[in-house]
């Protein structure tokens, strides 16, 4: 190994001081580290000098100490900047500090700003306190003022008050006879109601047409229009079937806006009616007299003159039968017989007797035959009580009232009722009192005889009279 290598002496300049001396880096030598103590040369006489210091032993290298700058008499030297600290990966680096700035004299430092902390993601910063002003001798604060509570708010959509429901219900259309045809032998005429569609919208007379042509006819007055064609003509069709010929025809309704410029609109919409002639194919034309293929009235079946015989209790007001049987003392019994005639010509029905049991057989003893001789209401003549006919509403209905009563002896608190109405063709020329004629009713109080105009006994089996039983009828005291 060589010796180190000493710089040579700069020459003696008197009153001129040498530059510091540095001293060199030593080399490095890995894996060895010695120190080595050598003597000091004697100072030369007058100056100062400095003396390299022997490089380490190898394997140490001394500690990189940054050189000082010269000083410079009245010049400050810079400000000392900490250098950046190494980047290690995954540790955050330490928070910046700012340096104090230097001291001037007479020169009031800034006020210190607090530095932003370090942003933390997922850590909401602290919030911001306004910091106090700084101090100045002789300087009183301004006083604190009171902070008015800010009212104002950012405006807001009204909200709508909630409507309460509707009771609501659509309303529908409804059918209207507007359209009435009348078809003769050869022609079909037409009636047409301007309001069409029952909306109050009147039709103009050119926006409909019977299968291309025009109205023939118009009534002002009750708002009318009138088409007339021959079966052949206006765009008839003919379709033939087994028993007829059927001539079609089509009433069309187009409607035009009322305006095309300032009002393109209509109130009305279009519609196609079909009208329809019937005519039969087969006719009669024999001279011949025609002779009649139907049965004699007398002598019809009992299926083709079915009738139905009924006797019910109906409310006070006669509208409904009556659902319960229980009545009171003094109530009024409501009794309405009737008949359903169904096929057969119109009717008229009558009641010949009544009696009133405490059994269901109607010559069981007590009895009270409250209608006798052939259609007499004699019980408000024995009791005084209001039993009466009413008034006769139609013809195949007869209603009549019984006041409430009980049999003193053996009263089981129940009666039935047993009456035989029959029905006539033709009305009695001395029966009329359920009509309002009470004249005619005189005979009541003698014996009027038979009320019938025929013997029934020969037509018993067609169902023209009946026996009809009603009960039970529980009575209350």
């Known amino acids: 190994m060589n010796p180190p290598q000493v710089p040579a002496r700069p020459p003696f300049v008197p009153s001129v001081l040498p530059p510091p001396q540095v001293p060199a880096r030593p080399p490095f030598v890995p894996g060895l580290c010695r120190l080595r103590l050598l003597p000091v040369p004697p100072l030369c006489p007058c100056c100062l000098r400095l003396l390299p210091v022997p490089p380490l032993s190898p394997g140490c290298a001394p500690p ?4 000082r700058p010269p000083f410079v008499p009245g010049v400050l030297p810079p ?25 001037v004299p007479g020169v009031l430092p800034p006020p210190q700003v607090p530095g932003r902390p370090p942003f933390v993601p997922g850590v909401l910063p602290p919030p911001q306190v306004p910091g106090r002003p700084p101090f100045v001798p002789g300087v009183l604060p301004p006083p604190q003022l009171p902070v008015k509570e800010l009212t104002w708010k950012f405006p807001q959509m009204p909200v709508e008050p909630t409507s309460p429901p509707v009771q609501f219900q659509l309303r529908e259309p409804v059918s209207v006879s507007s359209v009435a045809a009348t078809c003769d032998e050869n022609m079909v005429h037409v009636q047409v109601k301007k309001d069409l569609f029952g909306s109050g919208e009147l ?11 025009g109205v023939t006819g118009e009534d002002s007055v009750a708002q009318l229009l009138y088409f007339q064609s021959y079966l052949q003509a206006c765009g ?63 002598a019809t079946k009992t299926a083709e003159e079915l009738l139905v015989f009924s006797l019910k209790l109906m409310t006070d007001d006669w509208k409904f039968e009556r659902p319960s049987n229980i009545y009171y003392m003094g109530d009024l019994i409501h009794f309405e017989a009737s008949v359903k005639q169904y096929n057969h010509v119109p009717l008229r029905v009558f009641v010949d007797t009544c009696v009133v049991t405490a059994v269901p057989d109607a010559a069981a003893a007590p009895s009270y035959l409250f209608i006798q001789n052939h259609g007499c209401l004699v019980d408000s003549k024995l009791t005084g009580s209001s039993s009466r006919f009413l008034p006769r509403t139609q013809d195949f209905k007869l209603q009549f009232q019984l006041e409430a009563f009980r049999f003193q002896q053996g009263d089981t608190g129940s009666v039935r009722v047993s009456s035989w109405p029959y029905t006539l063709m033709v009305p009695p020329p001395w029966w009329a009192g359920a ?4 004249q005619l009713c005189s005979c009541c109080d003698g014996s009027c005889g038979s009320r019938k105009a025929r013997d029934l006994t020969s037509v018993s089996d067609s169902g023209w009279e009946k026996e009809i039983s009603l009960g039970p009828l529980f009575i209350r005291g």
């Open 64 to 67: 990189q100490v940054p050189a």
């Open 79 to 103: 400000p000392q900047v900490p250098g950046r600290p190494p980047f290690v990966p995954g540790v955050l680096p330490p928070p910046q500090v700012p340096g104090r700035p230097p001291f």
């Open 203 to 213: 039709i103009q007379a050119s926006d409909i047409s019977l299968g291309g042509c």
């Open 236 to 298: 008839s069709q003919v379709v033939m079937t087994n028993d007829s010929l059927v001539y079609s025809f089509s009433l069309t309704y187009i409607p035009r806006a009322i305006s095309d410029t300032s009002a393109p609109i209509v109130r009305t919409s279009g519609a196609v009616i079909g009208i329809e002639c019937h005519y039969l194919r087969l006719h009669n034309v024999s001279s011949n007299a025609l002779q009649p293929s139907w049965v004699p009235y007398a």
């Open 435 to 438: 009509g309002g004629e009470d």
